[in-house]
């Protein structure tokens, strides 16, 4: 299996450490992995073979082989398996017996990255699982384009509404996760519309 690191990862660690926040990080980056590796565990008891293990600023992708190959059912219950993960483990932390700061990060970081993976935009699992849907009734190109837009709204509200209320969060870790979602977005824009040039030219040169 490859392994690839994302430098990023570096300058987010120091910037989290500037700000004495590092600890906020720490336990982020722990349950993003954790959360990344039962993904990777139900893909392995579904029969697919793991490709490449990518660490990044938010955590670890992992992508299979024959991948594409899978049904949708398959692919939804690997995505599913994270959020629920995190969630899950909330409520474990809920009933467990530990100091009380401790205790309302672990289940606030859990409930955070579960939910927010809910969100049904890409690259986030409930996007993917939206997207799976899709490609199911419309097929995979509209699917694609269909969600890119989507998720351009709904990246665009969720700033919005952030930006509203900053001043009183003051959650700087939010903050750099919206950057980052607006990055990979635009890293999928570009795929999207590379695929359907492709398709594009497919179906001119069928006609």
Do not use: C, Q
Not at 19 to 26: E, G, M, S
Not at 34 to 49: M, Q, R, S, Y
Not at 90 to 110: A, Q
């Amino acid at each position: 299996m490859k392994i690839e690191i994302n430098l990023k990862i570096i300058l987010i660690l120091v910037l989290f450490l500037l700000i004495n926040k590092i600890d906020v990080y720490a336990i982020f980056l722990i349950f993003i992995i954790i959360h990344e590796i039962v993904h990777a565990l139900v893909g392995i008891l579904l029969g697919f073979k793991p490709k490449v293990f990518k660490l990044n600023p938010l955590g670890v992708l992992i992508e299979f082989y024959s991948y594409n190959n899978a049904s949708y059912i398959k692919k939804i219950l690997i995505f599913l398996a994270g959020p629920i993960s995190n969630i899950l483990l909330s409520l474990i932390f809920y009933f467990i017996d530990i100091e009380f700061e401790l205790k309302t990060k672990l289940i606030y970081t859990n409930l955070l990255i579960g939910i927010f993976n809910l969100i049904p935009i890409i690259p986030l699992d409930g996007g993917r699982i939206f997207k799976e849907i899709l490609t199911n009734f419309i097929g995979n190109k509209n699917a694609n384009e269909f969600m890119i837009i989507s998720t351009k709204v709904i990246l665009a509200i969720i700033t919005l509404i952030y930006s509203i209320v900053i001043f009183k969060m003051k959650n700087i870790a939010i903050f750099l996760l919206i950057i980052y979602l607006w990055y990979l977005y635009l890293i999928e824009e570009k795929k999207v519309k590379m695929v359907s040039k492709v398709y594009d030219a497919l179906s001119k040169n069928l006609i």
